[in-house]
T-cell receptor, first 113, second 112 residues
Framework: AQSVAQPEDQVNVAEGNPLTVKCTYS??????LFWYVQYPNRGLQFLLK??????LVKGSYGFEAEFNKSQTSFHLKKPSALVSDSALYFC???????????FGKGTRLHILP | DAGVIQSPRHEVTEMGQEVTLRCKPI?????LFWYRQTMMRGLELLIY????????DSGMPEDRFSAKMPNASFSTLKIQPSEPRDSAVYFC??????????FGPGTRLTVL
């Protein structure tokens, strides 16, 4: 069965520093991988996805994620954090059959001014 | 494009009452998903439709919950009778084929 794990409930980063939000997955075959962000009192918003091709995927708001097949990871990164990046981040995985996406439990990112 | 539209945005009701949540997916999308989000349980998939047909309803908590999609542009999630433990934010999302999902703003349900 497919699954996704976000090992950190919360990540604190100083403004201007690089940030990483971790995600590992388990799926049979090659996965589709996604990152979403949720700001307070809003729905989830798509950030980026990996389907195939280059392992480094670039997305909205300067975020990027690196697909690592050997480590079954898809960590979200940003070179320089902004206070406005503070939000709840979800990693998600879908296998190549069906539309169902499995979401991680979310990681709350706090960017400290 | 207006995005996914959900109504109402907020609903306060008393235990035992029927609650109906509504969703209009993005035009052209062929998959629709209903989620529930709470602090305790996080984000849970309740049910999803593909081409208006329910595909997986294994996340529906119990028989009090039902969902319909009579056409490609409208879906409802009904709770009858409602209970205080149903209080949550309910999200609708839609997607095209195997692409990313687009979420609505959610309906915040409070059952007293």
């Amino acid at each position: 069965a497919q699954s996704v794990a976000q090992p950190e409930d919360q990540v604190n980063v100083a403004e201007g520093n690089p940030l990483t939000v971790k995600c590992t997955y388990s799926v049979s075959g090659n996965p589709y991988l996604f990152w979403y962000v949720q700001y307070p009192n809003r729905g989830l918003q798509f950030l980026l996805k990996y389907i195939t091709g280059d392992n480094l995927v670039k997305g909205s708001y300067g975020f990027e994620a690196e697909f690592n097949k050997s480590q079954t990871s898809f960590h979200l990164k940003k070179p320089s954090a902004l206070v406005s990046d503070s939000a709840l981040y979800f990693c998600a995985v879908r296998d190549r059959v069906g539309d169902k996406i499995i979401f991680g439990k979310g990681t709350r990112l706090h960017i400290l001014p | 494009d207006a995005g996914v539209i959900q109504s109402p945005r907020h609903e306060v009701t008393e235990m035992g009452q029927e609650v109906t949540l509504r969703c209009k997916p993005i035009s052209g999308h062929n998959s629709l998903f209903w989620y529930r989000q709470t602090m305790m349980r996080g984000l849970e998939l309740l049910i999803y439709f593909n081409n208006n047909v329910p595909i997986d309803d294994s996340g529906m908590p119990e028989d009090r919950f039902s969902a319909k999609m009579p056409n490609a542009s409208f879906s409802t999630l009904k709770i009858q009778p409602s209970e205080p433990r149903d209080s949550a934010v309910y999200f609708c999302a839609s997607s095209l084929a195997y692409n990313e999902q687009f979420f609505g703003p959610g309906t915040r349900l409070t059952v007293l």
